[in-house]
């Protein structure tokens, strides 16, 4: 792997530090409203407001259990739970719904890091642009964008959860 190898010439350096990060599903429309098609743990992004679910858009759910008369129980990042029927409510709408699985990603100084989807708060990052890290701290990374823009984002921003390994060649070419 590419990373290996920039790990031992010295250009990935420093603390490893471990992201949970998401990783799209790619579940079809017909998938998306059958909750046998879900599993404990998936997050499911609302790409609209959903007011009968008390839901905003670009909310993010756990799945917490799989009933039976496909229902699903969702958790908010607050605790409360939502009783969700995929199939009469988002699953069944053409971008409704995008649904994900968590992964572990770590990452040191010198990283190339590709951006898995476009931001909503930072609309300088974008679906496939590469980034470099330039440092991590407890509270925050610091990146260059293909701009040359140097920006901090805080541990906790959501746009962290929508990041991968660049793992092309030319992204070592760049930045």
């Known amino acids: ?68 008369f496909n229902v699903l129980v969702l958790e908010k990042s607050n605790g409360k739970k939502v009783m969700w029927q995929p199939h009469m409510i988002a699953g069944n709408t053409k971008g409704g719904v995008e649904v994900y699985e968590e992964r572990k990603l770590n990452l040191q100084e010198g990283d190339k890091i590709r951006w898995t989807r476009n931001s909503v708060e930072h609309l300088d990052i974008i679906n496939s642009m590469t980034s470099k890290v330039l440092s991590i701290g407890s509270k925050s990374i610091a990146v260059e964008l293909e701009s040359g823009e140097k920006k901090t984002i805080s541990s906790y921003d959501k746009v962290l959860r929508h990041m991968d390994y660049c793992k092309f060649k030319k992204c070592y070419n760049t930045l």
């Not at 490893?16 to 499911?44: C, P, W």
Request: hydrophobic letters at 30%.
């Open 1 to 68: 792997m590419i990373r290996e190898g920039l790990k031992s010439e010295g250009k990935v350096k420093g603390k490893e530090h471990t992201f949970i990060v998401l990783d799209n599903k790619d579940m079809t429309h017909a998938q998306m409203s059958n909750a046998r098609d879900y599993r404990k743990g998936d997050i499911v992004i609302f790409n609209r407001d959903y007011k009968s679910l008390n839901i905003e858009r670009h909310d993010m759910l756990r799945v917490r259990e799989i009933k039976d």
